[in-house]
C-alpha cells in the first residue's frame, strides 16, 4: 500500500474521530460485585490474541497459534443509553460506565464446551441459542467485549453470547495490520464455530462487523474448503454488518463457500464514512457494505439491509440505532430475515412483517430472489 494513501487514511479517520482520547478499560481486577450497574450480561470469550500479564489487559494486540478462552460478566452502567456504549480510559465506575465485574480464563476447548452447555442448560429449549459476535477494525479488547455486551442488552437477546476476539491493533494506523490479524483470525474464528457446533444449542447466529465480516466470510471459506460442512448446516443465521469486503473479494469467498448458511443478512449504508476511506485505501475499489452490487447479493440468497437513511446510516448504527432495536423487536419479517427464515415463508408473516417495514420508511430492505416472489403472492393489507 503506497505510503501516502496510509497517511491520507490517517489523517481522514482521525478527523472523523476526533481526538479520541484513552482507550477504554475492562477495569479488571474488579474491586465490586457491580453496585450500580444496571444489568450484568455474561460473555463466554473465544480469541486469537495472546494472553496478557497485566490483570487490567488480560489479552493483548499479539497473536496467539492456539485459541484462549475465558468467562466475563460485564455490567451495563445505570445511565447506559440504548445503542452507546459508555466506557472510561480510567478506573470505570460501574454507574456510568461499562465495567468487566469479573473474568474467569477457562483451561481448554473441553472446559469451553461444558462451560456452554450450562449456560445453554439454564435457558428454555426453545431459546437455546449461541450468538457469536466479531468486532471490527480498531478493537482493544475492552471496546470488542462491551459492544458485544451492549448488542446482547439493547437487542434483548436470550442467547447464550460469545465472543471471537481476533487480534486487533487497537490503532488507527494500524490498519494494515488489522487487515493482516484478519487473516490470521480466521482459523480461529472456524474452530470457535466448530467448537459452539458441540454444544446443545438449538441454533448459532453469526454476526461480523466490518473487517469482522471479512473474518467471518474467510472462517465460512475454511469450512466449506476443508469439508466441514456439518459445521456450517448447524448456522441458524449470518448477519455482516457494514462488512469491510472488497467486492470481488466477497463474490470469490462466496463461490469457495458454495450454499451460504440461511438465512444471510448484509446491512449496508450508502453514508458509511470509514468504509469510503477504505474503498480509497484500495484504490476505488467498492465495498459490499457501501451496497456495491446489491443485485448479485440477491443472486446467492442474501437479504440487505439498506440503512443508509436510519439514523444518520454510520458505520456502527446496527448496534446505535434505536430504529433499528425497535423495528427488530415489532417486526416479524425483520425477526424472520435475521432469525428464521422459515418463519418468513407462511404469507401471514411476510404479509405482516412488510406492513411493519413500510412504517419504516427510512429503512429499505432488498429480499433475496426466493422471498420475492413469496411476497409478490401476498395479498395487500385492507
Excluded at 213 to 224: G, H
Aim: hydrophobic letters at 45%; a neutral charge; aromatic letters at 6%.
Amino acid at each position: 500500500m503506497p505510503a501516502k494513501r496510509v497517511l491520507a487514511f490517517v489523517m481522514m479517520v482521525t478527523a472523523l474521530v476526533g481526538c479520541g482520547g484513552p482507550r477504554a478499560v475492562t477495569g479488571l481486577p474488579a474491586d465490586s460485585t457491580g453496585p450500580g450497574s444496571k444489568a450484568v450480561v455474561p460473555i463466554f470469550l473465544a480469541t486469537s490474541r495472546e494472553r496478557s500479564d497485566d490483570p487490567a489487559k488480560p489479552y493483548s494486540a499479539g497473536r496467539s497459534q492456539e485459541l484462549n478462552f475465558a468467562a466475563f460478566d460485564i455490567g451495563i452502567p445505570a445511565g447506559h443509553r440504548p445503542g452507546r456504549v459508555e466506557t472510561s480510559g480510567r478506573a470505570p465506575d460501574p454507574e456510568r460506565h461499562f465495567t468487566a465485574l469479573s473474568y474467569a480464563p477457562i483451561a481448554d476447548r473441553r472446559a469451553f464446551v461444558a462451560a456452554l452447555d450450562a449456560a445453554l442448560e439454564q435457558r428454555r429449549p426453545e431459546s437455546r441459542e449461541i450468538f457469536i459476535f466479531v468486532h471490527g477494525y480498531n478493537n482493544n479488547i475492552a471496546e470488542s467485549l462491551f459492544r458485544n455486551a451492549q448488542l446482547t442488552h439493547d437487542y434483548a437477546m436470550g442467547s447464550v453470547s460469545l465472543h471471537y476476539a481476533w487480534p486487533s491493533g487497537a490503532s488507527i494506523p494500524l490498519y494494515v495490520f488489522d487487515r493482516d490479524s484478519a487473516i490470521v483470525g480466521r482459523g480461529g474464528l472456524a474452530e470457535t464455530i466448530a467448537i459452539a457446533a458441540e454444544t446443545k444449542a438449538a441454533r448459532i447466529v453469526l454476526l461480523g462487523h466490518s473487517m469482522g465480516a471479512y473474518v467471518v466470510m474467510e472462517a465460512l471459506r475454511d469450512l466449506a474448503m476443508s469439508g466441514r460442512e456439518r459445521v456450517l448446516k448447524r448456522l441458524g443465521g449470518v448477519v455482516l454488518a457494514a462488512p469491510d469486503i472488497d467486492i470481488d473479494a466477497f463474490q470469490s469467498q462466496a463461490d469457495d463457500i458454495g450454499t451460504l448458511p440461511q438465512p444471510f443478512t448484509i446491512v449496508v449504508s450508502r453514508r458509511d464514512r470509514a468504509l469510503g476511506f477504505s474503498r480509497r485505501i484500495a484504490g476505488g475499489h467498492p465495498r459490499v457494505g457501501s451496497g456495491a452490487d446489491i443485485a448479485f447479493l440477491q443472486s446467492r440468497g442474501i437479504t440487505v439491509l439498506d440503512v443508509s437513511d436510519v439514523d444518520g446510516g454510520s458505520h456502527s448504527v446496527f448496534a446505535s440505532s434505536e430504529t433499528l432495536m425497535k423495528l427488530i423487536d415489532n417486526s416479524r419479517l425483520m425477526r424472520a430475515t435475521l432469525e428464521d427464515e422459515q418463519a418468513a415463508t407462511s404469507p401471514t408473516a411476510l404479509a405482516a412483517g412488510a406492513a411493519a417495514v413500510g412504517e419504516a420508511t427510512s429503512l429499505t430492505v432488498f429480499l433475496p430472489a426466493r422471498l420475492i416472489g413469496r411476497l409478490a403472492t401476498v395479498p395487500p393489507a385492507q
